[in-house]
């Protein structure tokens, strides 16, 4: 019998997006990024983490959105991208 066979639901989703911040963060920590850029994002994965904690759906959701940004799949521009003055 394995581990996994006991879990309802709910807890099987915790444990699929504790897996997915585990791999985010291994991914986060493999960038040949300046330190500034690697604290900047490990802080927004610990946010992620913190949101984790009420809200299970919306730190997916959330997680979602930073691996899109990790790939370059993301649609929305961020700040760095935006003109001065905007």
């Known amino acids: 019998m394995a581990a996994d066979d ?4 709910d807890q099987i989703l915790d444990v ?3 897996r997915r911040l585990r791999d985010a963060h291994r991914r ?16 927004r994965l610990l946010a992620i983490s913190d ?3 009420r ?4 730190a997916a959701a959330r997680l979602d959105t930073f691996i ?7 649609d929305t521009p961020s700040r760095r991208n935006m003109p001065p003055g905007d």
């Open 6 to 9: 006991c879990l309802n639901e």
């Open 16 to 18: 699929l997006l504790a």
């Open 28 to 43: 986060v920590r493999a960038l040949a990024l300046p330190q500034e850029e690697r604290v900047r994002l490990t802080r």
């Open 51 to 53: 949101v984790a904690k």
């Open 55 to 58: 809200d299970i759906a919306h």
């Open 68 to 74: 899109a940004c990790l790939d370059g799949t993301s």
